[in-house]
């Protein structure tokens, strides 16, 4: 008898020691941000660019959105890149459920400080966003990267090696390609690719069931274009492949 009431205090202990693993949170969506902050985006820019993404978080059509979803909710982390290993978590996994905590994460990619201020390795940005999702503390059947640039990759890493890899790992690729000169004049220096940035977007840059482009025809106009870009990737149902453009 005393050796099955050792035993029984024994697992009792064992019970009391183990820590409990919880569930993830499931939601409708992970949604890597990465933000191009590369030489080319000057202080105005840059600022813009940060605005339009908080802004566009909070925007009423992006939480009607979220709330078509089976969960009503979303997790978004924010990333800053630029040159080979130039890449920073800004901002880690948040849940986004509603007006109060998308207001937050507005607030905090406004705060949030300049990362880097180099060239342009849109794979090397793929690559680290990609990594992110792997330690999310939520689970979704859609994983994608959203990434925002104003020219093509002129450093590091294959830009499709990047792209393909993503995708190969379940990852959907969508891109926001501003247009301005600027893109074409940086040291090193782009080559202004045939077809267009938005072309070279579609063919190198995005990938995944659903893929699509977005043209920002000018920086004035990013923040009604990644409004417009966040309903398509957060809304439920099939999403075909297109390029819009916003002025």
Known sequence: MTRIIC???????????????RAATQVDLLLALAMDVSRSMDE?????QREGYAAAISNPQVLNAIKSGAN?????????WSAPGEQNLVIGWS???????????????????????????IGGGINF???????????????????????TNNSGRDVQLARD????????VNG???LTDIAYSRNPPHTNPPGGLEKYYRENVIGGPGSFVMVAEDFDSFGRAIIKKLIAEIATGPVRRRTASIH
């Open 95 to 121: 849940l986004i459920d509603g007006a109060a905590s998308a207001s937050h994460f507005g607030d905090l990619i406004r705060r949030a400080a300049r990362s880097f201020y180099n060239s342009t390795s």
């Open 129 to 151: 966003a990609a990594a992110q999702f792997a330690g999310a503390p939520f689970e979704a059947d859609r994983h994608t990267i959203d990434v925002s640039g104003d020219g």
């Open 7 to 21: 035993a029984l205090a024994l697992v009792a202990l064992m019970l009391t020691q183990t820590p409990l693993v």
């Open 44 to 48: 105005p820019k840059f600022l813009l």
């Open 176 to 178: 926001l390609v501003i």
């Open 72 to 80: 009503q909710k979303i997790a978004i982390c924010f990333i800053d």
């Open 165 to 172: 890899q993503a995708v190969a790992r379940g990852i959907t």
